[in-house]
């Protein structure tokens, strides 16, 4: 059975859920939360250590203002609900990407990181106004400013994911097959699943039956 230690989930389908059950895409938003709660719980007890889940990348900024900004209140409500539990838990939370929100919640971002920096049974990074592109772009530059050599090693060590091991697999639910500018370097030899669902509906169950399929998989890294 394959190894497993880190996750990465494009969370997809949030706005259409709501549109298509309530009329309303923040509707979607505020549904499609519940099962990030329920994953990164199992995550937990599934004894995965890292687990990294897209909730807004460089280009959802060109969404609506009234959605962007009910976006970023269910992420305030979200941390400032499950930071004590997420503590006692042992998980440490990163942020992966510009922390350049309002100052409330730039501030409540650090308080996250900063209280469960310590913790180290699951690491849940948040990739919060993340592009990749822009990542290689400055780890490139971050390079050149250094005088070191660019070698694959170095690279990784100046992504936002320093440090942190490579995805083994993703899944993106949504019934959208594309990568939408994640990971691009770090998923380079991560197994990949598409999920028809939309994240609101994806459950536990769907979780375990997409896990159980990738430690049956037959990795070769370019091997025979």
Do not use: C
Request: glycine share 4%; aromatic share 12%.
């Amino acid at each position: 059975m394959n190894p497993l230690n880190h996750v990465a989930i494009i969370m997809d389908g949030n706005g259409r859920w709501g549109l298509n059950n309530k009329n309303s895409r923040i509707a979607g938003h505020k549904a499609g939360l519940y099962v990030v709660e329920d994953i990164i719980n199992q995550t937990l007890n599934l004894k995965i250590k890292y687990l990294t889940l897209f909730a807004f990348s460089t280009e959802n900024w060109r969404r609506p203002k009234k959605e962007i900004n009910y976006l970023f209140s269910l992420l305030e409500k979200f941390l400032n609900k499950n930071l004590v539990k997420f503590h006692k838990k042992n998980i440490k939370l990163k942020i992966l990407g510009r922390k350049n929100f309002s100052k409330k919640l730039n501030n409540l971002l650090l308080k996250a990181e900063k209280t469960t920096f310590k913790n180290d049974e699951l690491q849940v990074n948040l990739a919060l106004n993340y592009g990749s592109k822009y990542e290689i772009i400055n780890a490139i530059k971050k390079i050149k400013n250094s005088n070191k050599k660019i070698t694959i090693e170095n690279f990784s060590q100046n992504l936002l994911t320093k440090n942190i091991p490579d995805p083994d697999l993703l899944i993106r639910t949504g019934n959208t097959k594309r990568l939408s500018n994640f990971l691009l370097w770090q998923l380079a030899y991560a197994e990949i699943f598409f999920e028809k669902k939309l994240w609101p509906d994806f459950n536990e169950k769907d979780y375990l039956k997409i896990l159980n399929k990738f430690r049956k998989i037959k990795r070769n890294f370019g091997n025979i």
